[in-house]
C-alpha cells in the first residue's frame, strides 16, 4: 500500500506525492496493511488487507475523486472502517481539503456523518459506515480522533 505522505507538521505546505485518484465506482484502502502472497493480486483487496495499529491524530493516506465522466452528479464517498475489537468510544473523522497539505484539512462540522462514532459488532469485528453525498472535498482523509481501547483497524473509502 501507498506510504502516507503527509508531513504531519499541520502546515499549509503540499504533500510531497499527489493521493489516490478515485473514478467512479474505485476503492482504495486508506488504513490496513497489505500482506503480499507471491503469485496473488498486489492491489489492496479484502483477502489480503490486515488490520493496522494507529495512534492518537493519526492521518490515513488521502485520496481524490476525479470528476464523472461526463458530468452528472457530483461525486460522493462511502466510508467503511472495520476494527479488530470493540472500539469502545473511538472516533474516527472525514475530512476534506481543497488542497493535499495537512493543515488545510478539516472535519465539516455541519453534519455528524463526517464523524464515525457508532460501531456495530458483525462477528469477530466492529464496522462503522457513512456515506457522504455529494461529497463537497477534492480530497479526502481520516484522522483517528479518539481510540480508547487501542484497536487496530482497516479503512477504505469507495467512489459512489
Not at 31 to 39: A, D, N, S
Not at 47 to 63: G, H, M, Q
Not at 93 to 121: I, N
Request: glycine fraction near 8%; hydrophobic fraction near 40%.
Amino acid at each position: 500500500m501507498p506510504q502516507y505522505q503527509n508531513s504531519g507538521l499541520e502546515t499549509m505546505a503540499l504533500n510531497p506525492i499527489l493521493p489516490t485518484v478515485l473514478l467512479p465506482g474505485d476503492e482504495t484502502y486508506v488504513f490496513g496493511t497489505m500482506v503480499y502472497t507471491p503469485g496473488q493480486s498486489q492491489k489492496p483487496n479484502d483477502s489480503n488487507v490486515v488490520f493496522e495499529a494507529v495512534t492518537l491524530d493519526e492521518r490515513s493516506i488521502a485520496v481524490t475523486l476525479a470528476p464523472r465522466p461526463g458530468g452528472g452528479t457530483p461525486p460522493g464517498v462511502m466510508v467503511q472502517i472495520v476494527a479488530n475489537a470493540n472500539p469502545g468510544v473511538a472516533e474516527i473523522d472525514v475530512q476534506d481539503a481543497a488542497v493535499d497539505a495537512d493543515g488545510a484539512y478539516e472535519t465539516q462540522t455541519t453534519s455528524t456523518a463526517y464523524k464515525l462514532t457508532v460501531w456495530t459488532q458483525e462477528g469477530a469485528v466492529w464496522i462503522s459506515t457513512t456515506q457522504l453525498q455529494p461529497e463537497g472535498g477534492h480530497f479526502i482523509t481520516l484522522l483517528v480522533v479518539a481510540n480508547p481501547n487501542a484497536v487496530s483497524f482497516t479503512a477504505k473509502i469507495i467512489y459512489v
